[in-house]
């Protein structure tokens, strides 16, 4: 299946959540799944049309912060293709990342996005473990 991973976290440059999507992918990959990572900051020019499904992979803008990072939802608005797309919801740590999570569902879900699955996510072992458990289907 033909895979978009769009991330992107406070910073244009992240370590964390770069190496997380990495991960996420290298899961999906071994699976037989082709995916194409995509940074919310420099990727603006993407489309997702061709894709089966898109995964969306961001962190909280604080600690206790409830907030995503503005980039996020700028992507999903004005990149083609997101609308209609079946799509996972990604939040990496925070002490509020449940309620992280619940912010970035909701901006996924006004571009018109179908979640299957959200997850909080804090190391890379993780990430990796559950891109190769992900279950991707068809729409």
Known sequence: ??????????SAQS????????AVSKGLEEQGHM????????????RLTIYDFVIVITEPMGVLSSKIPEQI??????VPGA???RCIAIISGGLRANAALQTLMKTMEIEGM?????????????????GKH???ERS
């Open 15 to 22: 370590e964390k959540l770069n190496s997380i999507a990495k």
């Open 114 to 130: 179908f979640l299957t699955l959200s997850e909080v996510v804090k190391k890379d072992s993780d990430a990796y473990l559950r």
């Open 1 to 10: 299946m033909n895979t978009a991973i769009i991330y992107g976290a406070k």
């Open 35 to 46: 995916v194409n990572l995509f940074n919310a900051y420099t990727d603006t020019d993407a």
């Open 73 to 78: 939802r700028k992507f999903l608005r004005e």
């Open 83 to 85: 609308s209609g797309k």
């Open 134 to 136: 992900f279950k991707l």
